[in-house]
């Protein structure tokens, strides 16, 4: 490829929305270009990094098993109707009708298509296990898109799905999935790590995100700091370990306290005289069903996900002023669990062990002291309901938990009989009797795996693709494209790094050196071959190594073989 031919029209300053470093580069590199919000052309430099992500993506699946093949995009309502989920997904399913007044759904996800392919073709154990997954474009009316490639309303993403006999089988599938998924992120050149995490509106009793780490990451995880321990979750699925027993002090007299104006845990801590730690903090929710009031200590936050998950609900809310107001006969920041009647008490595990804390007293401009769980108020269910933070001991060996930033970039799923079920996708076994088909499904954002591997490979120049992923390995780079001489040089370079299978671009544009070597960093293309005055009169070659800045003097007659060695390790 001549970069006379090459559609990459690079800017020198990116536009003012583009927030994050990778939206910022894919439109300064001339990558991206935007249609509407969430919506972006990829221009040709973007395709070539897309299928080479594809094609790893592919050889891995097809590594397992994996049988690819694809399904329609618009999907109609009535599957999701019958899942369950055309309610649930809320908002950001994009919905449309056709000229009969049906409802069709573009897919976000293919859980109930797949679901019913499988219905109506498999029905024996004998066909069992199967893998089958495609690669698309997939669409999600996000509320707010941004950040380019990272959260948008159209992107491409490899979705496959897995039918087993049992849950053995499924785990058998899982692990196969979890495998390919560490191979790929490790052939694209990204630092990841696999983390727990929750399913989500897709479902099923266990998940793991694969989290592309960098510090421009959306997500934080939590990690072990020890060696030998590989516990790892997003902060929606850390877990704590379980907290001391109660503290061994005596039970004081419950006390009413007058506390004016006091509805934060700042306020109530510099009245009362008291640290965080002592004060049990009390929140109304409203689920789809019911209110219910959740207790956490004083310096910590709930967790929504655990409680919605605990709940089984649809959504869970901080209940509003009038719904407080009707509960506990107080205003917001007075709510405590003594005399609470008529809704369910969540407490966190900590909860249980405090003694002699300070909690709302349900009655504007007072707190009671010295309140005892047990004693003063009763639990209806204990469980892990809040945040956990950096610092804390790991729940697997007792190390201190590390905080890291991540960029999502795959899920892998176990649906257990979720969708078959209800969709009646069953088998005969060896006896000829009916089973629900076990289900998996594990998906990888194709374009925002490229966007993540900029936000972690980046430097004020631009962007430092690793070689399995860059749009071409090599630039050429003729100094003076007018010089008869510098041109045929680099012509007969470009030829023969084509022909030892390196993927060389021959920058022949009528620019200046500078400006192609500021486009050449901006792009990202592992290496640079300068062809200048030098080159010409004494058949050594300037290599330029992106990654690290480094410059080699390579002899013509190794040029090859040292371009392909130096991309080995890129």
Known sequence: MRATALLAPTLREAPADAEVVSHRLLLRAGFIRRVAAGVYNYLPLTMRVLKKIERIIREEMDRQGGQELLMPIMQPAELWQESGRWDVYGPELFRLKDRHDRDFALGPTHEEVITTLV???????????????????????????????????????????????????????????HEAYNRVFQRCGLRFRPVEADSGAIGGNESQEFMVLAESGEASILFCESDTCNYAANVERAAQINPPDKAKEGLDKLTEKETPECRTVEEVTRSLGIPPQKIIKTLLYETDTEVVAVLVRGDREVNEIKLLNLLGSLRVDLAGENTILKVTGAARGFSGPIGLKGVKIIADLEVSSMANAAAGANRDHFHYINVNPGRDFSIDILTDVRMVEAGEPCPCCGQKLNEARGIEVGQIFKLGAKYSKILGATYLDE???????????????????????????????????????????????????????????????????????????????AERAGVKFKDADLIGYPLRITVGSKAVSEKTFEVKTRRTGEVSMVPEDKLEHTVLEMLRVL
């Open 119 to 177: 219905r109506g073709e498999v029905s024996s154990y004998k066909q069992l296990p199967l893998l089958l997954y495609q690669v698309q474009n997939k669409y999600r009316d996000e509320r707010r898109p941004r950040f380019g490639l990272m959260r948008g309303r159209e992107f491409i993403m490899k979705d496959l799905y897995s039918f087993d006999r049992d849950e053995k089988g499924l785990a058998e599938s899982y692990m196969k999935m």
């Open 431 to 509: 006896s000829g009797k009916s089973k629900p088909i076990i289900m998996g499904c594990y998906g990888i954002g194709v374009t925002r795996t490229m966007a993540a591997a900029i936000e972690q490979n980046n430097d004020q120049d631009g962007i430092i693709w690793p070689a399995a992923i860059a749009p071409f390995h090599v630039v050429v780079v003729p100094v003076n494209i007018k010089d008869a001489e510098q041109a045929a040089l680099a012509e007969n370079i470009y030829e023969r790094l084509t022909a030892a299978g390196v993927e060389a671009l021959l920058d022949d544009r």
